[in-house]
């Protein structure tokens, strides 16, 4: 038979839910639509900031209302929410910390604002963030002691 | 064949299991996408002059496809609704629709990256479209996927059985939905 | 709260199918103990080969040039292979299937008092992934330009372009074997925190749970969270390699640091991953032998969570030479220093676990005391690492290797021998040999000492790491170095040659040992009260629990013991 057991938990009953009635999914889905219309013609208005506004408000938007309506993440247990909450704070992190070096650095050349004219590539001890040293043009091996 | 444990029906933390798993795959996915759309933003902030190969990307088509996803999204909490009244014929048809709206999805994109491999836009041409692909091709194939288990689930609740897969795999499917609002605005619209 | 055990099908063993072939029940099965089983033999079994490969690329250090026995002439190409395999399969194929997958299989349900995982098939399918992971791998070796060489850190451009790494095919199956790996541990671990966060035995709340499963539990979640960049990353390595993609070319608008980036955000957490399981083992193992509480057993919980977290932190610490921002450095370098703290302390509640305890050197304390005292001395060696100043000297060379060995090694060789010896009993219904166990441990654990200690001077010697051959490097060559690096090649072979005691002893202990009882070591813990080995589906009527696990010597108790299971 199915896997409804006597117990609490089965198949048609979800004890995480209760029986909270269903909302209206079509008319969520039709704010939705509306929604798509708006993000799809900011760009055609021409200016950038509204374009941005509409494309990633409207975004997040109809990611929240998805989730909240159609996944029903607002009457779900609190410890969903958190594992779910990590994860996007992580990615946030990965971001974060990412992207000083590879957003800024362009792929290209090695030159940052700091720290490059330092001398990793001399033998002599020095501090970091300290004054300029006479560059020694010796020839770079970073990975060398 | 069934292999039902014990340990699957029991319920320490008040959610059902399978459910319980489904978020997790959930988290582990936010973080593999995560990891391609912000190794993408970095990029794309970092090179302004992809804006300008990000303009040929065809925004009728995202957004028809969004449309699409959007719908079929609806099809699948119908479908949980059903499900949750019992009636796993009604539900395994909404989830069939489901179904339909990944395939029209995926037929909207192949003609799209026909056309544009056509124009030489190729996963090769430049920063842009290497990230394009990947990411849309990664999103395109966890449609593919779940539009497997879709039919899988829906094969087992049109026999009215295992009734609250239907929850979980529309779980699943909304988030695929969700990938793609994100990737709609930062493939398509931000030119 | 109280959960009915007896759900409509209450009974587990019957699951219809009569004596099924002995292929369904060995290679096709569901249950968690066979399919722990087969991860820990095939970790067991890619141990042995990286062992192998270890014994060769350190014979051709120490006498370069030679023939090596069993293997022959080592080339450039072939030591560059030898060594990344070998860094890999340690980490990938040893450390995760077996410390990860086999015990977190065995034990978490039978801890938990369940009769299986809560997704059996998705269990074995995790296996079969892994399996073909590991054959992917081994076939990367044959084609033709052999295995990839390119380091277990595989970073572009070297990585990326076969015309730089020579070994095209072996560079694409080596990303294509550790993505497929991933995924088996990513199906894996949900299972393992699916099973443990819901289908407790009634009664079993949440600390009442054993450190091992807790910590088994930790790693997967530091794993699911970690992984997700790295395989991102790895299909766009993928793409690079074969399809002409640029994601980590400059020239081409990429960036090979983004590889370095996503490979470490998931590097660091990635050795917490290994660490937590193996000092689940330890716990385990030292309550049972000091008949005494864990010290502090909330406080462990707590500082894993926390060492968890602060594991996301730190990565960049690999990377203090790679032409980061040096303000970055300074960040990491503070957080790296910070993290030994709840690691250190988790080993001082292990020594204060042991205070004043009733303490029985069996063959398995053995080998838990030896994970606290060597993994101190690698966690001590770290923090010299992890000040960025320091690590300009020691980056890429032998202290590196000299630390991560003494880190690692406990990690994979010794909490895996403990946790082997320990539930052997269990696992398959014998005893051990304890005469034969002590002697594999000190054959082991001293060779170990001798083999690592040498690379510390190496490396303080400026010795590079993945060099071929140190006579063309005159400094690096003289008499004394060359004296030490033989020291670790002779260590080497000698500890490997006692390997051999530990499996005649595994084999024969199994085939022919002493028929175990259910509770040889008189432990609290759930799996204990199962038969030895357990049935299928654990017990037949499912336990109940009463009380947590380090209920030892209770004052006002005959027994220095209190089951978990044990109604007052």
């Not at chain 3, 968890?308 to 300074?330: E, K, T």
Request: aromatic residues 14%.
């Amino acid at each position: 038979m199915t896997a409804t057991a006597p117990a609490a938990h089965g198949a048609a009953h979800d004890p995480g839910h209760g029986h909270a009635p269903h909302r209206n999914y079509v008319k969520i889905w039709g704010i939705l639509v509306v929604l798509l219309v708006v993000s799809v013609i900011g760009p055609m208005l021409g200016i950038r900031w509204i374009m941005l506004v509409t494309a990633f408000g409207v975004a997040l938007v109809k990611a929240y209302m998805v989730a909240k309506n159609f996944m029903h993440l607002d009457i779900e247990k609190p410890i969903v929410h958190w594992i779910l909450l990590v994860a996007l704070a992580l990615m946030v992190l990965l971001y974060g910390a990412l992207a000083p070096d590879v957003q800024k650095g362009a792929g290209q050349g090695w030159k940052k604002d700091a720290g490059f004219h330092h001398s990793f590539v001399t033998s002599k001890p020095h501090e970091a963030g300290g004054h300029e040293k006479p560059e020694k043009p010796e020839p770079s091996e970073h990975d060398r002691p | 064949m069934s292999v039902k444990t014990i340990a699957t029906q029991r319920a320490s933390m008040n959610i059902p299991t399978g459910r319980l798993a489904v978020w997790w795959v959930l988290v582990s996915e936010i973080v593999i996408f995560g990891g391609v759309l912000v190794s993408y933003l970095m990029h794309r902030l970092g090179h302004p002059e992809w804006g300008e190969q990000a303009a040929y990307t065809n925004l009728w088509a995202g957004a028809f496809n969004t449309l699409v996803l959007l719908t079929s999204s609806l099809a699948a909490v119908l479908a949980h609704q059903a499900a949750e009244k019992g009636d796993g014929p009604k539900a395994a048809r909404l989830l069939y629709l489901t179904i339909l709206g990944g395939l029209i999805f995926l037929i909207v994109k192949s003609f799209e990256w026909t056309h544009e491999i056509q124009e030489g836009f190729t996963l090769q041409a430049g920063g842009f479209w290497s990230y394009y692909y990947t990411a849309a091709g990664l999103h395109a194939f966890h449609v593919i996927a779940g539009m497997g288990v879709i039919a899988w689930v829906a094969s087992s609740a049109k026999k009215n059985q295992e009734l609250h897969r239907v929850e979980n795999v529309g779980i699943y499917w909304h988030f695929v939905d969700i990938v793609w609002i994100f990737l709609f605005p930062l493939l398509y619209i931000a030119k | 709260m109280a959960e009915i055990a007896h759900a409509p099908d209450h009974h587990p063993a019957h699951h219809g199918h009569a004596e099924s072939n002995w292929f369904i029940k060995y290679m096709w099965s569901t249950d968690h103990k066979v399919i722990a089983l087969q991860y820990m033999f095939t970790g067991m079994l890619m141990a042995m080969i990286a062992g192998f490969m270890a014994y060769v690329f350190r014979m051709q250090l120490a006498y370069p040039g030679m023939n090596v026995p069993f293997f022959g002439h080592v080339s450039p190409e072939q030591y560059n292979a030898l060594i990344t395999n070998h860094g890999s399969i340690m980490v990938f194929w040893v450390a995760m299937p077996v410390l990860l997958a086999g015990f977190g299989n065995f034990l978490i349900p039978l801890m938990c008092g369940c009769d299986d995982m809560v997704f059996p098939r998705i269990n074995r399918l995790s296996y079969q992934l892994f399996f073909i992971s590991a054959v992917v791998l081994v076939v990367s070796w044959f084609v033709p330009g052999g295995g990839f060489g390119g380091a277990w850190t595989a970073y572009p451009p070297l990585s990326a372009v076969g015309k730089y790494n020579l070994t095209p095919m072996g560079s694409s199956l080596w990303v294509l074997a550790v993505a497929l790996e991933f995924v088996a541990f990513l199906l894996g671990g949900i299972n393992f925190i699916v099973t443990a966060m819901n289908a407790r035995a009634p009664g079993m709340r949440a600390f009442d749970v054993p450190l091992a499963v807790w910590m088994i539990v930790t790693a997967s979640l530091l794993f699911m969270a970690s992984v997700g960049p790295l395989i991102a990353g790895a299909v766009m390595l993928l793409f690079d390699q074969n399809l002409g993609t640029g994601f980590y070319n400059p020239t081409r608008g990429g960036d090979p640091v983004l590889w370095q980036h996503l490979f470490w955000f998931f590097g660091h957490p990635e050795v917490y991953v290994v660490l937590l399981p193996a000092m689940g083992i330890v716990a385990e193992i030292i309550t049972v032998f000091a008949r005494k509480k864990m010290f502090g057993y909330k406080t462990v919980i707590y500082t894993v969570v926390a060492t968890g977290v602060l594991s996301f932190f730190v990565w960049a610490h690999h990377q203090f030479v790679a032409g980061i921002d040096p303000r970055m450095a300074n960040v990491f370098t503070v957080t790296t220093v910070i993290i030994s703290i709840p690691i250190a302390e988790m080993c001082f509640l292990y020594i204060a676990t042991l205070y004043g305890g009733s303490i029985r050197f069996t063959t398995p304390m053995l080998w838990a005391l030896a994970f606290i005292a060597e993994f101190l001395i690698g966690g001590v060696t770290g923090i010299y690492l992890g000040a960025s100043g320091a690590d300009i000297f020691f980056h890429d060379t032998y202290f590196v290797v000299a630390h991560f060995h003494y880190t690692f090694y406990p990690i994979a060789i010794i909490g895996t021998i403990a946790g082997i010896t320990f539930w052997f009993p269990k696992i398959f219904g014998r005893m051990m040999n304890e005469t034969l166990g002590k002697i594999h441990f000190w054959g082991t654990i001293i060779p170990f000492n001798f083999i690592f200690i040498p690379m510390f001077f190496l490396g303080l010697s400026g010795e590079h790491r993945r060099i071929y051959d140190y006579t063309h490097f005159p400094d690096l060559a003289t008499p004394s170095m060359q004296a030490l690096r033989i020291t670790s090649t002779v260590a080497l072979v000698i500890m490997l040659l006692f390997q051999f005691i530990f499996i005649f002893n595994f084999l024969y202990s199994w085939l022919r040992g002493r028929k175990a009882e259910k509770n040889p070591w008189r432990s609290n813990t759930l799996e204990w009260t199962a038969d030895s080995p357990p049935p299928h589906g654990n017990w037949r009527e499912m336990p109940t629990v009463y009380r947590g696990p380090y209920e030892y010597a209770t004052p006002g108790r005959d027994s220095d013991y209190w089951p978990q299971d044990e109604r007052a």
